[in-house]
């Protein structure tokens, strides 16, 4: 079954403490992104990448982290997460970054 | 700059009522164009996409969406909405000048009363 996955579901850290969501897909897929959602303010891209070590700054990057050694796989790292990065966090994937986008079942993180 | 606008946050439709949720960009050419359903705790799901040709859209779950050039809309329809339709919907560009970006509007929540 095409999918992707990131993990965890739900994840409650403390102010500092790195962390990191893992995300995978396996459709073989060469974009893949990162956003977040927040209320009223729908989806942001945090980062992208367009093929294996490729990254780029999406809309909203402070504070972020991610690599891409690994053609399905595309971690989000929180070097030291803040309570205003506490979000619902999305990975995505699609063949191109304008065409359609598969997601996962997101990360809840609260950032006390 | 380029923008997706949802002008309604939150809809109220009676079950079994037809629903229209609006959809306008900002974008100088026909981009690539798409709606996601997101149920409650779930991720995003895609509806229905429009990439040329027809512009009238058939998608899944008895959805339909018309793209009007004129207007810069890619609405979304539904004859008759179910009480399981309730979630929140987004509307979403794909910009045809690069191949790296989706352009995503706010969201509108649907809410179904019985």
């Known amino acids: 079954e095409a999918q992707v996955t990131q993990n965890p579901r739900y994840l409650i850290t403390v102010t500092g403490k790195k962390l990191t969501v893992t995300c995978s897909q396996n459709?073989?897929?060469?974009?893949m992104s990162w956003y977040r959602q927040d209320p009223g303010l729908g989806l942001r891209q945090i980062y992208y990448s367009m093929n294996v070590e490729v990254t780029d700054k999406g809309d909203v990057p402070e504070g972020y982290k991610v690599s891409r050694k690994e053609k399905r796989n595309f971690p989000l790292i929180l070097e030291s997460p803040s309570p205003n990065q506490t979000s619902l966090y999305f990975c995505?994937?699609?063949?191109?970054?304008?065409?359609?986008?598969?997601f996962g079942q997101g990360t809840r993180l609260t950032v006390v | 700059a380029q923008s997706v606008t949802q002008p309604d946050i939150h809809i109220t439709v009676s079950e079994g009522a037809s629903l229209e949720l609006r959809c306008n960009y900002s974008?100088?050419?026909?981009?690539?164009l798409f709606w996601y359903v997101q149920s409650p705790g779930q991720g995003l799901q895609l509806l229905l996409k429009?990439?040329?040709?027809d512009t009238l859209v058939q998608g899944i779950k008895g959805f339909e969406a018309e793209f009007k050039r004129s207007q810069s809309s890619f609405n979304l329809r539904k004859p008759s909405v179910h009480w399981s339709d309730a979630a929140e919907y987004f509307c979403a560009v794909g910009r045809i000048d690069s191949n790296y970006q989706l352009i995503w509007g706010a969201g509108t929540k649907l809410i179904i009363k019985p």
């Open positions: 995505a994937s699609s063949k191109e970054g304008n065409t359609e986008a598969f």
């Open positions: 974008y100088g050419a026909t981009p690539y």
């Open positions: 429009y990439f040329s040709g």
């Open positions: 459709m073989n897929h060469e974009y």
